[in-house]
């Protein structure tokens, strides 16, 4: 009887942790999200709810410059650097030249 | 999705392969230290992309592969504490320790959350002031300085029961590590880009100089791959040697100087062993001093078990697992993360060795380079 309680209880666990590895909140990958708004109450975690293609989530901007519309790449609920337009743009370019060239 | 569609895009995708055909000459091996690209590279199929010239190899990039036994067993101790809440990332949980997993600790009873961030840490530590809320602090220099931000903040919120055990490396020792190894094969370095976004390019144009070997900084996406693989095979082609940056959406070349403020505050360099590996000097990170009283690692003596990556066990086949024709087995992720042998050098994988069974911990983390093999093969 306790291998099979103990058996459902792993089951159930190995489900949960299924479906939170399969969440876009993968360890390992920050990915871009535009800043919603602000919050500056605490000097020292300034937050902001960030959007994800649709998921929003509260992160910290503590170490990024930012304004409403712009992009952070948040990594562990901590935006890490944001994203620069025009370098974005330029890279876009390069490849489309490479897909002329090639 | 802005910022990554357009970089996912097919024409794009193909442009760049048929470049790196152009490009190609002879045969290069390319090395990348993240398990962000990794996964990405196995999820989107990309060696098949390429020439068979051009080889991939996957070095010691995922914190939760390379984190050591006894720290494993370290965590798993504390867990079973009952003053104790252990919080982890969710990567961590079925990682072998040198007898059980997290997850099998977590079915018997122990108090242990999966968080995606380590400031909920700070929150469960409020929120339970009459328990030792322990966050099991893993990473490279990405993660770090965020597990730094939650200590701040609990200090900052005069928290007495939030704790780290800590877990942290960094990747140039590893890199120095790499190709100072007589039997290196690697020609040329992808270096991970999100790790770059925060300490910047400096220590790689130093080991890039000194090793002759070129560095591209590159990001996630199927086209900032292919990228960064077709500039480094530009650089091996014409024989130069220098850091590029081909992720420069992300990355300044200064990498942010508030997180490596907070780092230097907080963390000091120290030895670390990472699995499968072994010792690499002065390549992790500790708390400082002053932070002794929140540096969970003070609470246990370390662990008899396995702290030694040298031994022999930590890398058997599970003795209940053992199949009788195959006798003592070695789990070779070591080698592979080291560039020495590829997956398909290894007698277990996918057999003995799955997802479901797993025997070492690259083929336990989604991001490990065994897992992500099998996942995606």
């Given at each position: 009887m306790c291998d099979i309680i103990h058996f459902f209880r792993t089951y159930c666990l190995l489900l949960k942790l299924d479906k939170y590895n399969k969440?876009?909140?993968?360890?390992c990958l920050a990915i871009p999200g535009r800043i919603l708004s602000l919050d500056d109450s605490i000097p020292e975690l300034k937050m902001a709810k960030v959007d994800f293609s649709g998921i929003v989530k509260n992160i910290c901007v503590q170490w990024v410059d930012v304004s409403i519309g712009d992009y952070v790449l948040a990594h562990a609920g901590m935006?890490?650097?944001?994203?620069?337009a025009e370098e974005a743009e330029e890279t876009l370019k390069d490849l489309k030249q490479l897909t002329i060239d090639c | 999705m802005k910022y990554i569609d357009e970089y996912r895009d097919k024409e794009q995708v193909q442009s760049l392969v048929r470049a790196i055909r152009q490009v190609v000459t002879r045969p290069w091996h390319i090395m990348e230290i993240c398990g962000g690209q990794t996964h990405a590279i196995a999820r989107y199929r990309l060696e098949e992309m390429l020439p068979e010239e051009v080889k991939l190899l996957h070095g010691p990039g995922c914190p939760v592969c390379v984190t050591p036994v006894g720290i494993i067993d370290r965590a798993i101790g504390l867990a079973k504490r009952p003053d104790v809440i252990l919080a982890s990332f969710?990567?961590?949980?079925r990682v072998p320790g040198s007898r059980e997993d997290l997850l099998q600790v977590k079915a018997n009873g122990a108090d242990i959350r999966m968080l995606y961030?380590?400031?909920d840490a700070v929150s469960l530590a409020a929120g339970h002031p009459d328990k030792k809320v322990i966050f099991f602090a893993i990473g490279f220099e990405t993660t770090a300085p965020v597990h730094m931000m939650a200590l701040k903040e609990a200090v900052r919120r005069k928290l007495e029961n939030f704790y780290l055990l800590t877990s942290l490396f960094t990747v140039p020792p590893a890199i120095e590590a790499i190709l100072s190894d007589p039997e290196s094969r690697v020609d040329g370095f992808l270096t991970a880009g999100h790790v770059c976004a925060i300490t910047g390019n400096e220590a790689y144009h130093l080991l890039a100089k000194k090793y002759k070997t070129p560095m591209v900084v590159t990001g996630f996406e199927p086209a900032d791959l292919l990228l960064g693989i077709y500039r480094c095979l530009l650089q091996l082609e014409a024989g130069i040697y220098k850091v590029e940056n081909a992720y420069k959406r992300a990355v300044p070349?200064?990498?942010n100087p508030a997180a490596r403020a907070l780092m230097d505050e907080t963390l000091e360099l120290c030895d670390q062993e990472w699995r499968g590996i072994g010792v690499i000097p002065q390549s992790g990170l500790q708390l400082k001093e002053i932070f002794a009283r929140q540096d969970a690692s003070h609470f246990l003596p370390v662990p008899e078990a396995v702290s030694n990556a040298e031994d022999e066990s930590a890398y058997q086949v599970r003795p209940d697992k053992k199949p009788s024709s195959m006798g003592r087995g070695r789990c070779i992720a070591g080698d592979i993360m080291r560039g020495?042998?590829?997956?398909?050098?290894?007698?277990?994988?996918?057999?003995?060795?799955?997802?479901?069974?797993?025997?070492?911990a690259p083929m336990v983390s989604s991001e490990g380079v065994c897992a992500a093999y099998y996942r995606y093969k």
């Open positions: 969440d876009f909140t993968n360890m935006a890490i650097s944001v994203v620069n | 969710g990567d961590m949980m961030s380590p400031l070349e200064e990498g020495t042998k590829q997956t398909k050098d290894c007698p277990f994988f996918g057999t003995l060795c799955t997802p479901d069974h797993p025997v070492g």
